[in-house]
Structures are given as structure tokens and as C-alpha cells.
Nanobody
């Protein structure tokens, strides 16, 4: 079992920044790839960023490249998502997730999920 708890969401004006954190407990965190997903009302849950076990293999969806940074601290069992230059279209519930699969792009590749944290960007 793995428990994931997100924090750091909130309301911010366009152009502002937020840092999301996801604290993990349970199964060995350092052996999992971690992803951040987001979901807006009426839309599918999509991958935003993903980081490999050691932190040296990252992926970003095109719309957040250059604005978001994913990182992890295995000593603290925590993964982060630094979000800068936020736009209203970034508004969503953000979820972190853990994967031990060789695949990592789809929601079905992730075994454990946090409860989500709301990010709202006002224009």
C-alpha cells in the first residue's frame, strides 16, 4: 500500500506561481516513477509531468514546458511540481500518482493516487 497526500493548491492570479507537494508513505517511494496529472470538469485526467525513480528522466506535456518543473526528494519521500507563469487554462484538480510499470503515460499505468488538490488561476 502507498498513501499519497498532495498539498499546495490554491487560488492565484494569472502569471503567478504555486508549488505542489506530494508526500508518500508505505511502499518504497524511491522505486516508483511519479506523475502529476490534472483534470478539469468534463475532461479526462491527463498527464502533466512525470519523473523517473532517480529524478534524471522527466517528461512534460507540451502546454507546460518551460513553465512547470517536476522534482523529487527521495530522502523526504516527496515529489514536487513547481508551476510558474500560470494561466487560466491551468485551472484543474491536480493529482500525484505512483507507478512501478514500464509504461507511464496513461492513468492506468499508475497504481496509487492522491486525493487531489485544486488549482484555480484567475484572469
Amino acid at each position: 500500500q502507498v498513501q499519497l497526500v498532495e498539498s499546495g493548491g490554491g487560488l492565484v492570479q494569472a502569471g503567478g506561481s504555486l508549488r505542489l507537494s506530494c508526500a508518500a508513505s508505505g511502499r518504497t517511494f524511491s522505486s516508483a516513477a511519479m506523475g502529476w496529472f490534472r483534470q478539469s470538469p468534463g475532461k479526462e485526467r491527463d498527464l502533466v509531468a512525470r519523473i523517473g525513480r532517480t529524478g534524471d528522466n522527466t517528461y512534460y506535456t507540451e502546454s507546460v514546458k518551460g513553465r512547470f518543473t517536476i522534482s523529487r526528494d527521495n530522502a523526504k519521500n516527496t515529489v514536487y511540481l513547481q508551476m510558474n507563469s500560470l494561466k487560466p487554462e491551468d485551472t484543474a484538480v491536480y493529482y500525484c500518482a505512483a507507478s512501478w510499470s514500464s509504461k507511464w503515460y496513461s492513468v492506468r499505468d499508475y497504481a496509487y493516487w492522491g486525493q487531489g488538490t485544486q488549482v484555480t488561476v484567475s484572469s
